[in-house]
């Protein structure tokens, strides 16, 4: 069974910069969708970025032009660039492989 742990979550400036990873333990057959979620306190879990198995990368509007979604298929690791972060960007983010499959999340902080 695969197991997701993300990584890079701190607290940071605002105007900073934060690399997020979530790496994928076990076996991983052929190319997959990974995504990048947030959930801030009070409020629903939502897509931040995803990346397809084909087709172009999707961001939502908020972090679209700050945040940049790669994935490293040799290393079963996706990442998450996070520049230029504001407060708004607090919460915990979690990774999803396929659809199916949660990390349990890593904290980022924005503050001065």
């Known amino acids: 069974q695969v197991q997701l742990v993300e990584s890079g979550g701190d607290l940071v400036q605002p105007g900073g910069s934060l690399r997020l990873s979530c790496a994928a333990s076990?076996?991983?057959?052929?190319?997959?969708?990974w995504a990048w979620y947030r959930q801030a306190p009070g409020k629903q879990r939502e897509l931040v970025a995803r990346i397809p198995s084909v087709g172009s990368n999707i961001y939502s509007d908020s972090v679209k032009g700050r945040f940049t979604i790669s994935r490293d298929n040799a290393k079963s690791t996706v990442y998450l660039q996070m520049n230029n972060v504001t407060p708004e960007d607090t919460a915990v983010y979690y990774c999803l492989l396929n659809g199916m499959t949660w990390g349990r999340g890593t904290q980022v902080t924005v503050s001065s």
């Open positions: 076990g076996s991983i057959i052929g190319i997959s969708t």
